[in-house]
């Protein structure tokens, strides 16, 4: 039977963070993060899993601090090279749950922003008889300009 699968909104995320095992720091992958839980990458470092509980430091530079919780370890994936663990948070103070629930809240409407300006530009797109005379796709801030991308030999 499943314990806590998230029921809250998943965010997408590729950032560091710090497993704190045994006093000894170890560093992770978040994969996607949420208000209950993470879930994180990491290479293989022993054949023996690991503990239970991990305490945990998942920097905000937006927030210019860190999150520290302790979790609890629901499952792990593991494979030739790396293993996959599903975290659920168990203590974290509430200046950082509410910092959390904050940047979850800010990430969410950014991701919900670009779905609305996808939707409105495939909407104005299909007005034209052919896609060539219509006008180009907005610029954003993360579009690849195609000047920097390199020749293929």
């Known amino acids: 039977m499943s314990i806590d699968r998230r029921d809250r909104f998943r965010v997408q995320e590729s950032r560091l963070m710090t497993e704190i095992v045994s006093e000894n720091p170890f560093a992770a992958s978040i994969v996607n993060l949420s208000y209950t839980g993470l879930y994180t990458v990491k290479p293989v470092t022993s054949g023996r899993r690991g503990p239970r509980i991990i305490q945990m430091e998942i920097p905000l530079p937006e927030a210019s601090e860190s999150i520290w919780a302790t979790g609890r370890i629901m499952f792990e994936a593991v494979g030739e090279k790396t293993i996959g ?27 919900l922003e670009g779905m609305m300006r996808e939707i409105q530009w495939r909407k104005e797109l299909a007005a034209y008889p052919s896609p060539y005379m219509a006008p180009p796709p907005p610029v954003l801030e993360d579009t690849v300009r195609m000047y920097l991308i390199p020749e293929l030999a």
């Open 85 to 111: 663990c599903g975290i659920h948070f168990e203590n974290m103070p509430r200046s950082h749950r509410s910092l959390l629930g904050d940047f979850l809240e800010n990430r969410r409407r950014q991701i």
